[in-house]
């Protein structure tokens, strides 16, 4: 292997072993496919209508917009004319929302071992290219 190679390899199996042991200075992504708005195609408009025991009643007005990948979502819009109308039920589609439960923290113990590892693993990868 050529010197310049080597050093090069060694130059990002450090910075590798930094950034992912380093929370902070993680680098997170900007771009997702999901944010490209050209990835979304323009649907229909829909009324959604709420069932439940106590009757239906009209949620609003909403953009269908579809992932070129499958799925879609739906964006509040006021309609000028017709639309067609769905029928939803269950608590998801009313405000407010039930709420998440907050994460937890894992112990200290865990954080610890799972570091570790990674620090073996890492080292054992170096150890296999050489």
């Not at 060694?10 to 944010?35: G, I, N, S, V």
């Not at 992932?67 to 769905?86: F, N, Q, T």
Request: proline letters at 8%.
């Amino acid at each position: 292997m050529d010197s310049l190679d080597r050093l090069l390899k060694e130059a990002k199996a450090f910075a590798w072993k930094q950034t992912a042991l380093a929370p902070d200075k993680r680098q997170h992504p900007t771009f997702t496919p999901y944010a490209n708005p050209e990835n979304w195609l323009k649907g229909e408009l829909i009324e959604l209508i709420h069932e439940d025991a106590s009757g239906t009643r009209s949620l609003g007005t909403f953009r269908e917009l579809l992932y070129r990948h499958g799925g879609r979502k739906l964006v509040p819009e006021a309609a000028l004319s017709g639309c067609r109308s769905e029928r939803v039920s269950g608590v998801y589609w009313l405000e407010p929302r039930p709420e998440t439960p907050p994460a937890r923290d894992f112990p200290e113990a865990e954080r610890l071992e799972l570091r570790n590892r990674l620090v073996n693993l890492i080292a054992e990868w170096e150890s296999e290219d050489e």
